[in-house]
């Protein structure tokens, strides 16, 4: 759907304060940053992690006491899908030394480094190999790819600088420092990210960036390592991929190992058991349990299954009081409601503009402080564009992409974004696109060290189902890196691991007897159940989260 005549109007608003903006943008001169104390008060005014009464006390489990998202305590303290006492562990449907759970970036790296390492691997995912949110990555991965004014010390500095310095060192540590050897790594396994005519790697800035180190392959850089590593995956004899087959809970022995887990084939509706002698569990984020009502950038099925099923066998979970709301989702047209409208415009130049035209934050500010000046420019200042729907956003002024970099430089550099807007009958060379925050990260996730392992023997992490890396907020680009780095190191040290280990021991559920036994003395109800595998749409409080004007900065 095209824009509508009330929202033409108004886009000449933004068209009239263009020249003096670009004017200025070609000067250097920036909106002003915000100072640390201006920062602090917007996130805890209008950021929905830091709303009174946004969090809920974890009763059960290994973090008891510790608080989080209501939606994270309802797959958290909740039930099997499985009753211990009603399955056969004498039945081993397959055997293998690794088995990866989630076929996204994190899994299949895994996977990789796994095999290299001389081992043989299972990597089981819920839907297809690479549906998962590093598929849908657009804007980058950041990465100091060349000597010169940057180094791994920058990087890491901007890492804890975002993070609000809350984030485990070491693990901040050993991404930036791997950082570099993985993007030799990716370009060696043949992914093409995009060059300048000298054949030097193309950077960009990213919010809370001291120096430009976002690479992109245009506007699908997610897109493009996906491709290239599952490729390399579905190469390899010794990769089993069993697709369709999501875990729904781990299997420990008697010594309380990790021993297997027990998977689910979604065609035939039938359990079954996979022996192993080390899990790496790399399933993913949450964004489809739309914390705070927030529509979502993630893939259908990011539901928070590695969270639920490392809680139950005892793994605590941190940094999981803030999540990450990207700034920029589109909220026109309506059925384009949620999806990711990469920073990466920002860090080309796009301006934020409210109703007026006018500039109110520094687009380079990290992802919470722009999608809280976001909220407060909605709701507090009312000065919100209201879409024919109801809700109000703000302008993403895309048009000075091209003014600033010249003619093609879109389409060039965003063709996947200027294509669906396209399909709208929105032309975003010529036309802004209307925003507002969308949920698209999280944060923090199950307790594990920089050699990928958590408090399980035999039970490794990796990727967005961890905490600590990102402290409370994320960079753009981390992520990216991050899967690749710590999908290596678990692939890697699980593999070591396996090798190993002499004796496998007796299986066991008597982790998620205990765990039920917690939950009926805390008066869980019986009808929670995780891991929620795919959301339920048909669901009116599900579908109410998605679908309508119920969130924060809607004008009713
Ligand atoms: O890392 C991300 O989440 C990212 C770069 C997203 C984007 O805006 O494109």
Redesign the pocket.
């Given at each position: 759907m095209a824009y509508t005549s009330e929202l033409k109007q108004l886009i000449k608003r933004v068209e009239e304060t263009r020249p003096l903006r670009l004017e200025k943008k070609r000067q250097g001169t920036e909106f002003p940053r915000m100072s640390l104390v201006e920062k602090e008060e917007r996130l805890r005014k209008f950021h929905p992690s830091y709303k009174e009464n946004s969090l809920q006390e974890l009763k059960v489990g290994p973090s008891k006491g510790y608080s989080v998202a209501p939606e994270f305590c309802e797959i958290l303290e909740s039930w099997s899908r499985i009753d211990p006492d009603r399955i056969d562990l004498s039945k081993i449907t397959y055997e293998t030394d690794v088995l990866i759970v989630g076929g996204g970036g994190a899994g299949t790296a895994a996977a990789l480094l796994a095999h290299d390492n001389g081992v043989r691997v299972i990597l089981a995912t819920k839907l297809r190999h690479g549906d998962a949110n590093t598929m849908m990555?657009?804007?980058?991965i950041q990465a100091v790819s060349k000597p010169g004014k940057d180094s791994p010390y920058y990087h890491y500095l901007d890492t804890i600088g975002g993070g609000h310095f809350k984030n485990i060192p070491l693990l901040v540590y050993t991404l930036v420092t791997q950082a570099p050897s993985v993007m030799q790594w990716l370009e060696g396994l043949g992914a093409m990210f995009d060059k300048k005519p000298d054949g030097n790697l193309k950077v960009f800035h990213?919010g809370g960036m001291s120096r430009k180190r976002?690479h992109v392959a245009a506007?699908i850089?997610g897109t493009e390592i996906m491709r290239t590593i599952r490729d390399e995956a579905r190469n390899r004899e010794g990769i089993r991929v069993l697709e369709f087959s999501p875990v729904v809970e781990l299997v420990l022995n008697e010594r309380g190992e990790c021993a297997g887990a027990i998977l689910y084939n979604l065609e035939t509706e039938e359990y079954f058991l996979v022996k192993a002698k080390a899990v790496i569990l790399a399933t993913g984020g949450s964004g489809r349990l739309h914390i705070g009502g927030f529509p979502t950038t993630n893939h259908y099925g990011a539901t928070g299954d590695g969270l639920a099923l490392g809680y139950r066998c005892g793994i605590g979970v941190c940094f999981l009081h803030t999540s990450q709301y990207?700034p920029?989702g589109a909220i026109f047209p309506e059925q384009a409601e949620g999806l990711?409208?990469?920073?990466?415009f920002r860090g080309a130049g796009a301006h934020l503009l409210n109703i007026d035209g006018e500039q109110f934050v520094c687009e380079t500010e990290p992802r919470d402080a722009c999608a809280s000046s976001i909220i407060r420019e909605c709701i507090q200042m009312g000065k919100g564009v209201p879409n024919a729907t109801g809700k109000a956003g703000v302008w993403l002024d895309s048009p000075m992409i091209d003014l600033l970099h010249g003619e093609g430089a879109l389409t060039k550099e965003f063709v996947g974004k200027y294509k669906l807007f396209k399909r709208y009958g929105i032309d975003i060379t010529k036309e802004p696109m209307l925003v507002y925050p969308t949920l698209?990260?999280q944060n923090g996730g199950l307790e594990f060290n920089e050699r990928g392992e958590t408090s399980i023997p035999g039970l490794y992490a990796a990727g967005e189902v961890t905490g600590g890396v990102h402290g409370e907020n994320?960079?753009?680009?981390?992520?990216?890196m991050d899967v690749l780095v710590f999908g290596r190191i678990a692939g890697k040290n699980a593999a070591l691991y396996a090798k190993e280990k002499v004796q496998d021991g007796r299986f066991t559920l008597d982790h998620v007897r205990k765990f039920h036994q917690e939950l009926e003395r805390a008066g869980v109800d019986r009808k929670r159940i995780s891991p929620i595998l795919l959301p339920d749409y048909s669901n009116p409080s599900v579908k109410r989260r998605q679908l309508t004007t119920e969130y924060q900065g809607t004008i009713r």
């Amino acid at each position: 759907m095209a824009y509508t005549s009330e929202l033409k109007q108004l886009i000449k608003r933004v068209e009239e304060t263009r020249p003096l903006r670009l004017e200025k943008k070609r000067q250097g001169t920036e909106f002003p940053r915000m100072s640390l104390v201006e920062k602090e008060e917007r996130l805890r005014k209008f950021h929905p992690s830091y709303k009174e009464n946004s969090l809920q006390e974890l009763k059960v489990g290994p973090s008891k006491g510790y608080s989080v998202a209501p939606e994270f305590c309802e797959i958290l303290e909740s039930w099997s899908r499985i009753d211990p006492d009603r399955i056969d562990l004498s039945k081993i449907t397959y055997e293998t030394d690794v088995l990866i759970v989630g076929g996204g970036g994190a899994g299949t790296a895994a996977a990789l480094l796994a095999h290299d390492n001389g081992v043989r691997v299972i990597l089981a995912t819920k839907l297809r190999h690479g549906d998962a949110n590093t598929m849908m990555a657009e804007g980058g991965i950041q990465a100091v790819s060349k000597p010169g004014k940057d180094s791994p010390y920058y990087h890491y500095l901007d890492t804890i600088g975002g993070g609000h310095f809350k984030n485990i060192p070491l693990l901040v540590y050993t991404l930036v420092t791997q950082a570099p050897s993985v993007m030799q790594w990716l370009e060696g396994l043949g992914a093409m990210f995009d060059k300048k005519p000298d054949g030097n790697l193309k950077v960009f800035h990213l919010g809370g960036m001291s120096r430009k180190r976002d690479h992109v392959a245009a506007d699908i850089t997610g897109t493009e390592i996906m491709r290239t590593i599952r490729d390399e995956a579905r190469n390899r004899e010794g990769i089993r991929v069993l697709e369709f087959s999501p875990v729904v809970e781990l299997v420990l022995n008697e010594r309380g190992e990790c021993a297997g887990a027990i998977l689910y084939n979604l065609e035939t509706e039938e359990y079954f058991l996979v022996k192993a002698k080390a899990v790496i569990l790399a399933t993913g984020g949450s964004g489809r349990l739309h914390i705070g009502g927030f529509p979502t950038t993630n893939h259908y099925g990011a539901t928070g299954d590695g969270l639920a099923l490392g809680y139950r066998c005892g793994i605590g979970v941190c940094f999981l009081h803030t999540s990450q709301y990207h700034p920029t989702g589109a909220i026109f047209p309506e059925q384009a409601e949620g999806l990711l409208v990469s920073e990466k415009f920002r860090g080309a130049g796009a301006h934020l503009l409210n109703i007026d035209g006018e500039q109110f934050v520094c687009e380079t500010e990290p992802r919470d402080a722009c999608a809280s000046s976001i909220i407060r420019e909605c709701i507090q200042m009312g000065k919100g564009v209201p879409n024919a729907t109801g809700k109000a956003g703000v302008w993403l002024d895309s048009p000075m992409i091209d003014l600033l970099h010249g003619e093609g430089a879109l389409t060039k550099e965003f063709v996947g974004k200027y294509k669906l807007f396209k399909r709208y009958g929105i032309d975003i060379t010529k036309e802004p696109m209307l925003v507002y925050p969308t949920l698209h990260y999280q944060n923090g996730g199950l307790e594990f060290n920089e050699r990928g392992e958590t408090s399980i023997p035999g039970l490794y992490a990796a990727g967005e189902v961890t905490g600590g890396v990102h402290g409370e907020n994320r960079l753009g680009g981390n992520s990216l890196m991050d899967v690749l780095v710590f999908g290596r190191i678990a692939g890697k040290n699980a593999a070591l691991y396996a090798k190993e280990k002499v004796q496998d021991g007796r299986f066991t559920l008597d982790h998620v007897r205990k765990f039920h036994q917690e939950l009926e003395r805390a008066g869980v109800d019986r009808k929670r159940i995780s891991p929620i595998l795919l959301p339920d749409y048909s669901n009116p409080s599900v579908k109410r989260r998605q679908l309508t004007t119920e969130y924060q900065g809607t004008i009713r």
